[in-house]
């Protein structure tokens, strides 16, 4: 039997003002997973982790962490989740070293034992060297990783992370990467939000795409990426002017184009072996008396499952 930790029954959030953020959200989390919401800026995702730990008290439904109901600021949610806010949230003028104590102390964690994991988040997230230096004086990237420190300080049983690696460089990226992937072998169930395709791909064994407040589908990101249809993908640039609807339509005429269509002003065609049809695509397109600026090739990515959906590229929404 699949082990839930975390069960949302119909959660719905109406704004003051009216704005429904988050329409009817079921789902469950299964303990050891690491459990993706992907979806566009405003799609919901805060609203819905902020109701799944009691932070926002939803207009509708409930949230069960070990069965049991959640309720603001209870003590359930005090032990057994972390929350990494999309904000990050800091005291810039304490150390990174009396930050995490002071998380701690709130925590009721024993002295000792906070001092030790402080010790070894710092070394664990590469902030040994500026334990005794104040928030204030680390860059964005480490702010932000001392961040997740601080969601981890309690050792919780369920980590959520709400947007865990803007505007950090690829290779600390990277690092915090390797860290999140590791945490469910530590015995952490994770959660978290993104709008970046690779970062839920890389991350998630399940991914939730949600859309205007709304959860589309939910899955492990291999089946989802193979559900769009089989075959390669080729993402072709033509010179300003160029009529891409028409470029689309014609290209669906030809027997071994599986789609064409029209995505973030590129011409997107999928065909089966797409790299050993590239001459007959430019042959095709000079015969038309156009031309290619550019062409990417690439396997499915969780952005073709959301054009699928949705009809909208991802970063349409940025
Ligand atoms: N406190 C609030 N009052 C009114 N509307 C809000 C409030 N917080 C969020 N919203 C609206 O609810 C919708 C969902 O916002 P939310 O922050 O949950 O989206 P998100 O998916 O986390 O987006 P992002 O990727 O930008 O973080 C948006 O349209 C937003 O403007
Ligand atoms: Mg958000």
Redesign the pocket.
């Known amino acids: 039997m699949v082990d839930h930790v975390i069960e949302t029954e119909h959660l719905k959030?109406i704004?003051?003002?009216g704005?429904e953020?988050?329409k009817d959200l079921s789902i469950k989390v299964r303990r050891g997973e690491v459990f993706g919401?992907l979806?566009?800026?405003?799609?919901?995702?805060?609203?819905?982790?902020?109701m799944m730990v009691g932070l926002l008290k939803p207009t509708k439904g409930r949230t069960l962490i070990d069965g049991e109901e959640v309720k603001p600021w209870s003590k359930t949610v005090k032990e057994k989740i972390g929350i990494v806010p999309?904000e990050t949230i800091l005291w810039e003028n304490l150390t990174c070293t009396e930050n995490l104590m002071l998380l701690a102390n709130l925590y009721e964690v024993p002295k000792e034992e906070g001092q030790a994991r402080t010790a070894r988040l710092l070394e664990e997230l590469q902030l040994t060297d500026k334990a005794d230096a104040r928030a204030k004086a680390l860059s964005g990237g480490m702010k932000r990783r001392l961040n997740l420190a601080m969601g981890l300080v309690n050792e919780p049983d369920v980590i959520l992370l709400?947007?865990p690696s803007p505007g950090l460089d690829p290779q600390t990226r990277r690092v915090l990467w390797e860290y999140i992937a590791d945490l469910p072998k530590k015995g952490h169930t994770l959660i978290l939000?993104t709008?970046d395709m690779d970062e839920a791909d890389y991350l998630s064994d399940r991914v939730a795409i949600?859309d205007n407040?709304e959860l589309l589908v939910l899955d492990d990101p291999r089946k989802l990426k193979a559900s769009v249809g089989e075959g390669d993908v080729l993402e072709l640039a033509f010179d300003e002017g160029a009529d891409l609807h028409k470029a689309a339509d014609d290209f669906a005429s030809l027997g071994f184009i599986i789609s064409a269509n029209v995505t973030a002003g590129r011409v997107v065609i999928r065909t089966k072996d797409a790299m050993s049809r590239l001459p007959e695509v430019f042959e095709f397109v000079k015969e038309h008396d156009s031309e290619i600026r550019d062409v990417r090739y690439r396997g499915n990515t969780l952005e073709d499952v959301f054009i699928d959906l949705t009809g909208r590229a991802l970063r349409d929404g940025d």
């Open positions: 959030m704004y003051p003002g704005l953020a988050v919401f979806g566009p800026n405003g799609a919901g995702k805060t609203t819905a982790l902020n999309q709400d947007e939000t709008h949600i407040g």
